[in-house]
């Protein structure tokens, strides 16, 4: 008699096939996390290793010193880093405060309001994600211009504080998932539509809420190309602009070290964020994918 196949038992072909498969997503891993590490060997590496054309993690002698320098403003650098950490922090804190709050409102609105229009409204929302930033800089800067908000920060602040399209998105396929008997029952108790997105919806979307906010805030921490184009002004430069004008000095006197330091120094609160938060996040996209 035929021995009966065993349901739940791997077989060897299954396990040789989950070796090969976790043997190239670890090499897809160390590529991807190799010019990471290779950027933080580099920061206390001298000038002379680096520009020795030998490929080396480790620093030969360790030089400690590139990172006071960061934060030592030099004669030659456009912005300090702590200006620049500053700026962008003032953009970012009214942005996740003010554009986190008109986001979970709209997508409260879109997932559980009835309204006319509101499916046509939503994928006209959606469409604007795939208008390329480049293609609207040029009319935004000559917009800005004549409000006089060029080399402020206002620009960077402002339009994000009536919503993120994503964010909006996100959270709306995560409200979608919740019954839309809450909002029947709430408004049988006399409660107005923004105490029941208060009081009943916002706590329940607290967690995907804060995942979208870390997200966004990874995005602002990031921004080049925005604070490039509105601000001249070496006292208003973000972050990312303070890195380049340390790249403009520093690459002159291949003084690469410092650039590095500078760059590990800047990743540090995005990357606390993301490994502290990345169960959050995962389960935050996934779940608004399935649902909806």
Known sequence: MAKAHVSGVRTTKNKV???????????????MVFPLVYMLAMSFMQNNQILSGKLTLIPNPWKFGNYARVFAKSSGTAGSFLTGTFNSIKVAVPLLIIGGFTSSLAAFSFAKLRFRGKGVIFMCLLATMMIPFASIMIPQYVMFSKLGWVNTLLPLIIPGCFGNVSMIFFLRQNLSGISDTLVEAAKIDGCGYFKIYYSIFLPLMKGALATQLILWFM????????????????????????????????????DYSVIMAASVMAMIPTLLLFFVFQRFIIESIAISGIKG
Request: glycine share 2%; charged share 10%.
């Open 17 to 31: 096939a989950d070796i090969v498969i976790f043997a190239l997503l670890f090499l897809c891993a160390l590529v």
């Open 219 to 254: 995005g602002i921490w990031n921004d080049y190309l925005a604070p490039t184009i509105f601000l001249n002004n070496s006292a208003k430069y973000t972050l990312q602009v303070v890195i380049r004008t340390f790249n403009s000095y520093y690459s002159i006197n291949s």
